[in-house]
């Protein structure tokens, strides 16, 4: 915690990569570990374009009970700490994983959401994208009002990240004198592949989690717990 501190006061330009885990002292539950919804759902039925198009509204269930989950929950300590950090850094760029928008109710400001965000909606036959932040959507599967079939704005497995996203998000790792990655089992790319970008341009990495990940051998040092403690401890 003291190292990571001082990198922290020295650090001119700082990133920060979050997954999952920074939502689920907020209520929202992660992807894999034991209570992980990948565990009883899955990807390949909910999460795919192919799974869309076999079946829109199963799809569409999906996200609404997800929406209602991210309406009901609130910023943690966390978000706040992460928020906080950002103020008093010179340089500072938030990516996260995650598609709530609990990072930006918290204050964040520069925040690259890789994965998209839960309350954006894109018409498939005119390629417009909104905002729509009803927790449940009545008629599914929604249509746009030029007759096309909605879909929710986030990014599917086998997908490509939104034009630009990959770019910022690439961009504040390789500059970043610090990296914290909070929260994210480091598994899924091209995030997880920020964390060696951000080592060979030098930075230091430190991890905050309540386990060991992927990434755990290769960065500079692991605070281990939950991040809504650690992170305004470390932050404060
Ligand atoms: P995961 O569910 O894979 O990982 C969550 C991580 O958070 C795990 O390593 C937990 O140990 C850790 N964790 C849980 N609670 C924590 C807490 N209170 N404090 C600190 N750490 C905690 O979630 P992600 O890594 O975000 O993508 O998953 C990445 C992507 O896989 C998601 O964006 C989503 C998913 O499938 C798509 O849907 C495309």
Known sequence: MEHTRQWLRRARRVAVLTGAGVSAESGVPTFRGKDGLWKQYRPEDLATSEAFFRDPKLVWQWYNWRRGLVAHAQPNPGHYAL????R??????L???NVD???????????????GDIWQVRC??????????????????PKCGCGGLLRPGVIWFGEELGPGVWDRAEKAARKADLLLVVGTSAVVYPAAGLVRLAKCAGAKVV???LAETA?????????????????????A
């Open 83 to 86: 928020a906080d950090l950002e």
């Open 101 to 115: 928008d609990l990072h930006e109710q918290a204050g964040s400001r520069n925040v690259v959401k890789l994965h």
């Open 95 to 97: 990516i996260t994983q």
């Open 215 to 235: 990434i755990t051998s290769q960065i500079d040092a692991f605070l281990c717990g939950p991040c809504g403690e650690l992170l305004p401890k470390l932050i």
């Open 207 to 209: 991890e905050i989690n």
């Open 124 to 141: 498939l036959a005119c390629l417009r994208e909104w905002t729509d932040t009803r927790p449940c959507i009545a008629e599914l599967p």
């Open 88 to 93: 008093r850094s010179k340089e500072f760029t």
